[in-house]
């Protein structure tokens, strides 16, 4: 059984420029959690969905942010017109049960 | 301020010895404290998951003790390894918002 996927493992953007990050749950999970990393910061919540639907989005920025999980295919985190403080570390945790967390390797953002 | 605190930030020990490491939290309501370690590049692997009830958990040479009353926190790592090297994580999940609230981690190394 795979883990938590994640592409790209790194991402370089220029300003203005979108982001997609893609994330597949491990097998028979359909709880997904973004979570994002400043450098020397705890992680900080983002967003949390069941398939097709957003459960909880208030840690995530109302605007050049969106996430989606659809019904097939990995969950992706976009950001429209990145800025350099979108530079950071994006992890993506699936659940079979909203209990426990498995993360994925995460993928690494940098805006220049 | 977090409402997770962990300390020291950092840490050097030598292979072979035991190191504790703290946490201390104002989550409220709370439901359970969790220890993850993270390597670097990698995404965070829980070590243990223990609820209020619980005053000790153990997971190999790792383990966590919780006092709910001081709302504290220790993860003791025994007989370390190289391997141990990592950032060690305290989260707590705050039950009003079914969230998880990370501290910044402290970073340990063990050397040789």
């Known amino acids: 059984n795979a883990g938590v996927m994640q592409n790209p493992r790194h991402l370089v953007r220029r300003r203005g420029q979108e982001a997609r990050l893609r994330c597949s749950p491990m097998?028979?999970?359909?709880?997904v959690y973004w979570y994002r990393q400043l450098p020397e910061e705890g992680l900080k919540f983002m967003v949390y969905?069941?398939?097709?639907?957003?459960?909880?989005e208030s840690g995530m920025p109302k605007e050049r942010f969106s996430a989606e999980f659809p019904k097939e295919g990995p969950s992706i985190l976009r950001i429209q017109q990145v800025v350099r403080g979108d530079s950071a570390a994006y992890f993506c945790a699936s659940s079979y049960d909203s209990y426990e967390q498995y993360f994925g390797p995460g993928t690494r953002l940098t805006v220049t | 301020k977090n409402q997770v605190e962990q300390s020291p930030q950092s840490l050097i020990i030598l292979e072979g010895k035991n190191c504790t490491l703290q946490?201390?939290?104002?989550?409220?309501?709370?439901?359970?404290l969790r220890w993850y370690k993270q390597d670097t590049g990698r995404g965070p692997v829980s070590l243990t998951i223990?609820?209020?009830?619980?005053n000790t958990k153990s997971n190999g040479r790792y383990t966590a003790t919780l006092d709910a009353d001081t709302k504290q926190s220790s993860l003791h790592i025994t007989a370390s390894q190289l391997s141990d090297s990592a950032s060690y994580i305290c989260v707590t999940l705050n039950t009003g918002f079914q969230k998880l609230v990370f501290g910044t981690g402290t970073r340990l190394l063990v050397s040789p």
């Open positions: 969905l069941q398939k097709e639907n957003i459960i909880d």
């Open positions: 223990m609820t209020f009830s619980e």
């Open positions: 946490c201390n939290y104002t989550v409220s309501p709370f439901s359970n």
């Open positions: 097998k028979g999970h359909s709880h």
